[in-house]
């Protein structure tokens, strides 16, 4: 189950949405063509890893496309936006029956759990520690 995957210099994970530089040959002609999507799944180990990008196409149409990584066709992988930080699920799958805006409402939650996080204050005193310090200063006091 991997989570993060190095093509050449561009390092990508699971939810992020990227574009796919291919290189598509017709008969002598050579043409470059980019696939934009969101990853959904890394597959396999070592040599054999693929990845399988997800975009919506026309007239509302889930259309998949799966990579080998070390394909000769795949000219450059970019990364348009990161997804979520640490996801929980190495393939995305339920996301191909969520429309985007459900998809987005995944990520807008995710992200305001990280803001509040950030806004606590990390050195909470508690009840507990409050009366340990007051009873050990009594006690040093006799």
């Known amino acids: 189950m991997a989570l993060n995957l190095n093509h050449k210099e561009n390092k990508f994970s699971i939810g992020d949405t990227v574009k796919v530089h291919q290189k598509i040959s017709e008969g002598e002609k050579t043409r470059s063509q980019i696939f934009e999507g969101?990853?959904?799944?890394?597959?396999?180990?070592?040599?054999?890893?693929?990845?399988t990008v997800r975009r919506i196409g026309s007239q509302k149409i889930g259309i998949e496309a799966i990579f080998p990584i070390l394909s000769p066709n795949i000219e450059?992988?970019?990364v348009v936006r990161h997804g979520v930080e640490g996801s929980r699920h190495a393939k995305l799958y339920?996301?191909?029956?969520?429309s985007n805006r459900e998809v987005e409402k995944i990520y807008s939650r995710f992200i305001s759990k990280e803001k509040t996080k950030a806004l606590k204050p990390k050195n909470k005193v508690t009840k507990k520690m409050t009366k340990a310090k007051t009873a050990k200063k009594s006690s040093t006091k006799k």
């Open 94 to 98: 339920y996301t191909r029956y969520k």
């Open 76 to 78: 450059k992988v970019e």
């Open 38 to 51: 969101m990853v959904i799944a890394i597959k396999n180990r070592d040599t054999g890893k693929s990845f």
